[in-house]
Nanobody
């Protein structure tokens, strides 16, 4: 079974930094787009940033200049570097990826991690 596992969340003060990691494991043939989403209490899940297999990146305007997304294909890992954190960044952050697995090679499937909590205190 393909699995995505996030790590790196926690409690930080306003202005602090966190680095989130998401590792894909299992019977993986290839990984396409990878991204980070977040969901704050009372809000819908929103896209934070995406990265292609080739390494191009894009982040939401709300976090531009503060967050960066990157990936290491050799490690099947995507990262989210979060700087200058604000209370409004408080949310559960989810990893997402399009993956072709060995058990079902016909097409890529979309996978979600279980999320990691980020809390920014004022």
């Amino acid at each position: 079974q393909v699995q995505l596992v996030e790590s790196g969340g926690g409690l930080v003060q306003t202005g602090g930094s966190l680095r989130l990691s998401c590792v894909a494991s299992g019977s993986i043939v290839s990984i396409g787009r990878m991204g980070w989403y977040r969901q704050a209490p009372g809000n819908q899940r929103e896209l934070v940033g995406v990265t292609t297999e080739g390494g191009s990146t894009n982040v939401a305007s709300s976090v531009q200049g503060r967050f960066t997304i990157d990936r290491d294909n050799a490690k099947n890992t995507v990262y989210l570097q979060m700087n200058s954190l604000k209370p409004e960044d408080t949310a559960v952050y989810y990893c997402n990826a399009d993956i072709i697995s060995r058990t079902w090679r016909q097409t890529s499937l979309n996978y979600w991690g279980q999320g990691t909590q980020v809390t920014v205190s004022s």
